[in-house]
């Protein structure tokens, strides 16, 4: 048995099958399993026999038999010869690949191209590398390609061809391989604003992871409204929320998990929440109460709780101490005061990145300072006081902080007048003659001791004399007409010494002391002022006082 070459599907072949001589020629015949056209004829003593076949794909491995009978054979003759038909496999390409699905980065891949039926079977070939290797059974081929991926071959297609004699065969299918791989960037969270969220005040925390495939899957453990804006790139996850004072230092923890177990990342985030105190600022003063002018004060601002401390400042000049710790905010101010300090307020204002606290302590400051200037005292009525009269003598010293204490050394009905910037202390008392000269003495007192000045007032008490005034004649006895005669009027004590006057007219002399009157009156007498009467009067500021002395004159006449 005999095979033909090689021959396409659909072309069309002559089998000749020829029997040289004999007498008569051999009858020769054809038996295919296939349909076929015979013909028979004799040339040059050779009996023939032709089959005209057109090939299809099912007469591969047919046979076709020539049988040759001759009347001197005891037996027919025969030759077959088996039809090889070239035809392609009649179904697409399959590929298998095993793990099926994704593969991890770092394993190994198989993947297996299959090709069924046609004639000769197809030859595969893979256009990616590895180890490769061929197997055909019955009408299958199979070719194998195995290698270990990597990420850089996620989406890699690896093509497997099919090369065939019948040229136009030329199939080929594609796999499109899934790496799975891990990202090689930590987990990193932003937040939205960045630094410290005021309490109450919105806070978007985002969690963040670059590569890998799939990208990783991100999981928050704080509550809140939850954004995916994952891209086939980057895996971001965010939350928002609203801030309280109870989440400062709370840790906001993301996780991202991914297919390649190896790759479990948590990371977390403090947040560091503003909340503003709940108390104002406290002010206190060293030395406590009044601060002498002159003398160094400290008034400390504290306030405590929130998150950061308060920043306190002074609206005073002075030097600044920060004592600050960890959870109390203390702002110091040191200065000398002065007077003018006095009622000064001095503020301490607090600052928070909660704009809503902004509390502002006023202080008020007392500052003690002595009067400037010495007290004063006024007497009411002015000048001289009538004995039996009463006067009121008034202290005052304006300005000091406190007002100065004054008080008297002298008795009376005392009252204190003191209003406004000005002490005032007075004494009322009654006079008689002893308080003339009397020294009535007015002391002030203050918180500054340096300061204790005393002012004197010395009375003046007018008072009459105790006694009549008194005549005396120069010369003694009768006068004779045509002499001088000199009368003296005199009246001892009294303040001031009382005023005399004549009713007689004469040359006057005032020879009056601090303690007695003396007023005298001369002139020539006269017969005509015999027994005349001449008078003298005393008059004093004590209007009770007006006596009047009477002299009658004895003049002689001459012979």
């Given at each position: 048995?005999?095979s033909?070459e090689?021959?396409?599907?659909?072309?069309?072949?002559?089998?000749?099958?020829?029997?040289?001589?004999?007498?008569?020629?051999?009858?020769?015949?054809?038996?295919?399993?296939?349909?076929?056209?015979?013909?028979?004829?004799?040339?040059?003593n050779?009996?023939?026999?032709?089959?005209?076949?057109?090939?299809?794909k099912?007469?591969n491995?047919?046979?076709?038999?020539?049988?040759?009978?001759?009347?001197?054979?005891?037996?027919?003759?025969t030759?077959d010869?088996?039809?090889n038909?070239?035809?392609?496999?009649?179904s697409?390409?399959?590929?298998?690949?095993?793990?099926?699905?994704?593969?991890?980065?770092?394993?190994?891949?198989?993947l297996?191209?299959?090709?069924s039926?046609?004639?000769?079977?197809?030859?595969?070939?893979?256009?990616?590398?590895?180890?490769?290797?061929?197997?055909?059974?019955?009408?299958?081929?199979?070719?194998t390609?195995?290698?270990?991926?990597n990420k850089?071959?996620?989406?890699?297609?690896?093509?497997?061809?099919?090369?065939?004699p019948?040229t136009?065969y030329t199939?080929?299918?594609?796999?499109?391989?899934l790496?799975?791989?891990?990202?090689?960037?930590n987990?990193?969270?932003?937040?939205?604003?960045?630094g410290g969220?005021?309490?109450?005040?919105?806070?978007?925390?985002?969690?963040?992871?670059?590569?890998?495939?799939?990208?990783?899957?991100?999981?928050?453990n704080?509550?809140?409204?939850?954004?995916?804006?994952?891209?086939?790139?980057?895996?971001?996850?965010?939350?928002?929320?609203?801030?309280?004072?109870?989440?400062s230092?709370?840790?906001?923890?993301?996780?991202?998990?991914?297919?390649?177990a190896?790759?479990?990342?948590?990371?977390?985030?403090?947040?560091?929440?503003?909340?503003?105190?709940?108390?104002?600022?406290?002010?206190?003063?060293t030395?406590?109460g009044?601060?002498?002018?002159?003398n160094?004060?400290?008034?400390?601002?504290?306030?405590s709780?929130?998150?950061?401390l308060?920043?306190l400042?002074?609206?005073?000049n002075?030097?600044?101490?920060?004592?600050?710790?960890?959870?109390?905010a203390?702002?110091?101010?040191?200065?000398?005061?002065?007077?003018?300090?006095d009622?000064?307020?001095?503020?301490?204002?607090?600052e928070?990145?909660?704009?809503?606290?902004?509390?502002?302590e006023?202080?008020?400051?007392?500052v003690?300072?002595?009067p400037?200037?010495?007290?004063?005292?006024?007497?009411?009525p002015?000048?001289?006081?009538?004995?039996?009269?009463?006067?009121?003598?008034?202290?005052?010293?304006?300005?000091?902080?406190?007002l100065?204490?004054?008080?008297?050394?002298?008795?009376?009905?005392?009252?204190?007048?003191?209003?406004?910037?000005t002490?005032?202390?007075?004494?009322?008392?009654?006079?008689?003659?002893?308080?003339?000269?009397?020294?009535?003495?007015?002391?002030?007192?203050?918180?500054?001791?340096?300061?204790?000045?005393?002012?004197?007032?010395?009375?003046?008490?007018?008072?009459?004399?105790?006694?009549?005034?008194?005549?005396?004649?120069?010369?003694?006895?009768?006068i004779?007409?045509?002499h001088?005669?000199?009368?003296?009027?005199?009246?001892k004590?009294?303040?001031p010494?009382?005023?005399?006057?004549?009713?007689?007219?004469?040359?006057?002399?005032?020879?009056?002391?601090?303690?007695?009157a003396?007023?005298?009156?001369?002139?020539?007498?006269?017969?005509?002022?015999?027994?005349?009467?001449?008078?003298?009067?005393?008059?004093?500021?004590?209007?009770?006082?007006t006596?009047?002395?009477?002299?009658?004159?004895?003049?002689?006449?001459?012979?």
């Amino acid at each position: 048995m005999n095979s033909t070459e090689p021959i396409f599907v659909d072309n069309i072949i002559l089998l000749k099958c020829e029997v040289d001589g004999g007498i008569p020629f051999a009858s020769i015949s054809w038996h295919c399993e296939s349909t076929f056209d015979e013909k028979n004829t004799t040339i040059n003593n050779k009996v023939q026999s032709t089959v005209k076949l057109k090939l299809k794909k099912s007469d591969n491995n047919k046979s076709c038999e020539c049988i040759a009978y001759h009347l001197s054979w005891e037996s027919q003759k025969t030759t077959d010869i088996i039809l090889n038909v070239l035809y392609a496999p009649d179904s697409n390409l399959t590929v298998q690949r095993t793990p099926v699905g994704e593969i991890f980065s770092g394993k190994r891949v198989t993947l297996t191209c299959i090709a069924s039926g046609g004639n000769p079977l197809a030859t595969l070939a893979w256009n990616c590398s590895g180890t490769n290797s061929n197997q055909s059974t019955g009408n299958l081929v199979s070719n194998t390609v195995e290698f270990k991926v990597n990420k850089s071959d996620n989406n890699k297609v690896c093509k497997c061809s099919a090369f065939h004699p019948v040229t136009t065969y030329t199939p080929t299918v594609e796999n499109r391989l899934l790496v799975y791989y891990a990202p090689e960037s930590n987990t990193s969270i932003q937040q939205t604003p960045p630094g410290g969220i005021v309490t109450g005040e919105n806070v978007t925390l985002t969690c963040i992871v670059f590569g890998g495939n799939p990208v990783a899957t991100l999981s928050w453990n704080c509550t809140g409204i939850n954004k995916n804006s994952t891209t086939s790139a980057i895996a971001s996850y965010s939350i928002e929320f609203v801030v309280n004072k109870t989440q400062s230092n709370k840790i906001c923890a993301c996780s991202a998990v991914h297919p390649v177990a190896s790759y479990n990342q948590t990371v977390g985030h403090k947040l560091l929440v503003y909340y503003a105190p709940i108390q104002n600022p406290n002010i206190e003063q060293t030395p406590t109460g009044g601060i002498i002018a002159g003398n160094n004060v400290r008034l400390t601002c504290t306030v405590s709780g929130g998150n950061p401390l308060a920043t306190l400042s002074w609206n005073c000049n002075g030097t600044i101490t920060n004592s600050t710790s960890s959870n109390i905010a203390i702002y110091s101010i040191d200065f000398a005061v002065k007077k003018i300090d006095d009622s000064r307020l001095c503020s301490c204002t607090a600052e928070h990145p909660d704009r809503s606290y902004k509390p502002i302590e006023n202080h008020r400051l007392i500052v003690y300072y002595a009067p400037d200037t010495n007290p004063i005292i006024a007497q009411t009525p002015l000048g001289p006081i009538v004995t039996g009269n009463t006067v009121t003598l008034t202290c005052t010293v304006p300005g000091g902080n406190p007002l100065a204490k004054l008080s008297w050394n002298c008795a009376g009905t005392k009252e204190n007048n003191t209003a406004g910037n000005t002490s005032s202390y007075s004494i009322t008392m009654s006079v008689n003659k002893s308080y003339n000269n009397k020294i009535c003495t007015c002391t002030a007192d203050h918180i500054i001791s340096a300061y204790e000045p005393t002012v004197q007032h010395k009375l003046v008490v007018y008072y009459a004399p105790d006694d009549r005034p008194s005549i005396e004649q120069t010369p003694a006895g009768g006068i004779i007409t045509g002499h001088t005669v000199i009368l003296t009027c005199s009246v001892k004590g009294g303040n001031p010494p009382a005023i005399l006057k004549w009713n007689c007219t004469g040359d006057t002399s005032n020879g009056t002391t601090d303690t007695t009157a003396n007023y005298s009156v001369s002139f020539p007498v006269n017969k005509t002022q015999n027994n005349a009467i001449c008078a003298c009067s005393a008059s004093h500021p004590d209007m009770s006082y007006t006596p009047a002395e009477e002299h009658r004159l004895d003049v002689y006449c001459k012979l």
